[in-house]
């Protein structure tokens, strides 16, 4: 693993488990009366055993087949379906009773039409999906499109990294006709880039 990508990988398992810990807090917070809160806390406790759960029996699995207890295995194996099946039918009861809190405790990702509603008519949102084959979407206030990329994490990595030996940034350089090359005609001067995963570079609207 280049570094990175490991950077990237350990500022996002930071960030990960930041929001872990925010979203239980404010989940609790947020519950409001005595019958929601003893539900998120059951459910956040369901959670965290089917965690122990998940880990043990990968512990388990990694043994040599001598010392793996397979009657054990099973055991946890059937507690952890009875732990996954009470955590949905606590979250259906949730839904089902308390769907405001539902809705700001697990907000659902916006569509491409509420997206538009927040971009000015001067903007853009563009996300990449960086891997052997690589993929870009745009997203105006009046249109959406898609392409791919041709350019992937391995490249990706090298340029970045010649990129950053240089502290420059320009539209002659080979990393950003790569990234941005579908779209600079179409959408020039109005680009804000976000990246998912993989690679965590942005891209100023001022340097582009």
């Not at 990129?163 to 600079?184: A, E, I, Q």
Request: charge should be neutral.
């Amino acid at each position: 693993m280049s570094f990175s990508t490991r950077d990237f990988v350990l500022r996002k398992t930071y960030v990960v488990l930041e929001c872990i810990a925010l979203e239980q807090l404010n989940a609790r917070f947020a519950a409001g009366n005595n019958e929601l809160a003893a539900a998120v806390r059951q459910d956040q406790d369901l959670q965290a055993e089917s965690d122990v759960l998940q880990k043990e029996i990968i512990i388990s699995m990694s043994k040599d087949a001598i010392n793996r207890d397979r009657v054990l295995e099973g055991i946890k194996r059937s507690k952890l379906v009875s732990v996954k099946n009470a955590r949905e039918t606590l979250q259906s009861l949730l839904r089902e009773t308390f769907p405001a809190y539902v809705e700001l405790a697990k907000p659902q990702p916006l569509n491409i039409h509420q997206v538009q509603m927040l971009l000015a008519d001067d903007e853009a949102l563009i996300v990449f999906d960086f891997d052997a084959k690589s993929y870009a979407w745009v997203v105006t206030r009046t249109s959406a499109d898609w392409a791919e990329l041709p350019i992937s994490t391995k490249d990706l990595d090298t340029q970045v990294k010649a990129l950053r030996d240089s502290l420059t940034f320009d539209v002659d350089k080979p990393l950003t006709r790569s990234l941005l090359s579908p779209f600079t005609k179409k959408h020039s001067g109005r680009l804000l880039t976000r990246s998912p995963r993989k690679s965590g570079y942005r891209l100023s609207p001022t340097e582009l």
